[in-house]
């Protein structure tokens, strides 16, 4: 089975400043996805970034950044030019590739705030 | 293009009575996943329908069912609702072409067990 490890329960950065969410996950798989959402207040959990495990290059999305190591199996977040809607929980999630249905394992998460 | 929808927003209900939750998929997407989530946790994989059937399921008991219409649009059904039973339940639909693709997710619905 699949874990995923968010060791930063809270964090907090100012405003236009950058951060990193840390994430660790264990498995014995090859191919896989690891994604990061965030959920703010409203409890909507939007997608984030997106980073499949053959993929050496790092997934960016605007001020989203991750800095997938696939052999230390660590993959973080890094959030340019923070922002006060970035307020949020953000989670870690891994999905195995399989054809007979993929699940997501989500991480604790860690609760965000930007400070203005 | 609408996202995923589900009903209700919002639910109460008493120990032992039943609840069905209902999920619509994003516009292209034929493949629905429900979570479970505790407050202050993450989400929990609860199963996952695609062409009407339960294709993965995760470690909740068999209180917990589904369906999957013709349409791709889902129920979650709980039978003989427990107080640990209250929590945010979250649809999430994807594509599935060889494998299941990004899971988008619903608003959640919140339900309180008394």
């Known amino acids: 089975a699949q874990t995923v490890t968010q060791s930063q329960p809270e964090m907090s950065v100012q405003e236009a400043e950058t951060v990193t969410l840390s994430c660790t996950y264990d498995?014995?798989?090859?191919?896989?996805?690891l994604f990061w959402y965030k959920q703010p207040p409203s409890r909507q959990m939007i997608l984030v970034i997106r980073q499949e495990a053959y993929k050496q290059q790092n997934a960016t999305e605007n001020r989203f950044s991750v800095n997938f190591q696939k052999a230390a199996k660590s993959f973080s977040l890094k959030i340019s030019d923070s922002q006060l809607g970035d307020t949020a929980m953000y989670f870690c999630a891994f999905m195995k590739l399989q054809t007979s249905g993929s699940r997501l394992t989500f991480g604790e998460g860690t609760q965000l705030t930007v400070n203005p | 293009d609408a996202g995923v929808t589900q009903s209700p927003t919002h639910l109460i209900k008493t120990r032992g009575q039943q609840v069905t939750l209902r999920c619509s998929p994003k516009?292209?997407?034929?493949?629905v996943s429900w979570y479970q989530q505790a407050l202050g946790q993450g989400p929990q994989f609860i199963f996952q329908y695609y062409e009407e059937e339960e294709r993965q399921r995760g470690n909740f008991p068999d209180r917990f069912s589904g369906h999957q219409f013709p349409n791709y649009s889902s129920e979650l059904n709980v039978n003989a609702l427990l107080l640990g039973d209250s929590a945010l339940y979250l649809c999430?639909?994807?594509?599935?072409?060889?494998?299941?693709?990004?899971?988008?997710f619903g608003p959640g619905t919140r339900l309180t067990v008394l």
């Open positions: 498995t014995s798989e090859n191919n896989y996805y």
């Open positions: 516009s292209g997407h034929d493949t």
């Open positions: 999430a639909s994807s594509r599935t072409s060889g494998y299941t693709d990004t899971q988008y």
